[in-house]
């Protein structure tokens, strides 16, 4: 079954960017009608959705967020990344990686992966 | 962006009881609402989606009804393992957007 794991620095300082990867085992990200996403969740809050990209590299982003994240994909690798710039202290979060399936589900999710701003 | 209301935002039940959770759209989004059950420390697992479809390998007492801006998510006979923190998310249109939550507690 498809996993996905998160991995990157733990601690960002604010004004820099962040840049996570997510690596996908046990299936291929090139295969189905799939999408890839990541979403965030700040400690004791609710879910925020950042953006998703095809393997064709189609990508969505949500407005909030100002054109600050760009997501990348490496079918070669199967991965995908996120980059957010110019971070501050309010995008501190437990990110996760997510598969998406059309309009219907995100399943699986990553584990998370802590990212503390702070100087 | 559309906004989803949950009600209520807490519950206290016990085991065995029927428990429901309602979540309402800002809008219109057809049937494009799915529901996750997170429990602390953990990622969200997906229960059902499209409103009313059950996940594979998700237990029958889970169910979901609705379309249009009002939806449930319903626990036919609540479990230990039930005891967590749900949330409605709607694949309509953009940005995807989730519910601020219904966390469910032991009475």
């Known amino acids: 079954q498809v996993q996905l794991q998160e991995s990157g620095p733990g601690l960002v300082r604010p004004s820099q960017t962040l840049f996570l990867t997510c690596a996908v085992s046990?299936?291929?990200?090139?295969?189905?009608?799939?999408?890839w996403n990541w979403i965030r969740q700040p400690a004791g809050k609710g879910l925020e959705w950042i953006g998703r990209?095809?393997?064709?590299?189609?990508?969505n982003y949500n407005p909030s967020l100002k054109s600050r994240a760009t997501i990348s994909v490496d079918t070669s690798k199967n991965q995908f990344s996120l980059q957010l710039s110019s971070v501050t202290a309010a995008d501190t979060a437990v990110y996760f990686c997510?598969?998406?399936?059309?309009?219907?589900?995100?399943?699986?999710w990553g584990l998370g992966t802590l990212v503390t701003v702070s100087s | 962006d559309i906004q989803l209301t949950q009600s209520p935002s807490f519950l206290s039940a016990s085991v065995g009881d029927r428990v429901t959770i309602t979540c309402r759209a800002s809008?219109?989004?057809?049937?494009?609402l799915a529901w996750y059950q997170q429990k602390p420390g953990k990622a969200p697992k997906v229960l059902i989606y499209?409103?009313?479809t059950l996940q594979s390998g998700v237990s029958s007492r889970f169910s979901g009804s609705g379309s249009a801006t009002e939806f449930t998510l319903t626990i036919s006979s609540l479990q230990p393992e039930d005891f967590a923190t749900y949330y409605c998310?709607?694949?309509?249109?953009?940005?995807?957007?989730f519910g601020p939550g219904t966390k469910v507690d032991i009475k």
């Open positions: 997510v598969r998406g399936m059309a309009r219907n589900w995100f399943d699986p």
């Open positions: 046990g299936g291929s990200i090139t295969s189905g009608s799939f999408h």
């Open positions: 990209i095809y393997d064709t590299g189609s990508t």
């Open positions: 809008q219109g989004i057809s049937s494009y």
């Open positions: 499209a409103a009313s």
């Open positions: 998310q709607q694949f309509n249109s953009f940005p995807f957007t």
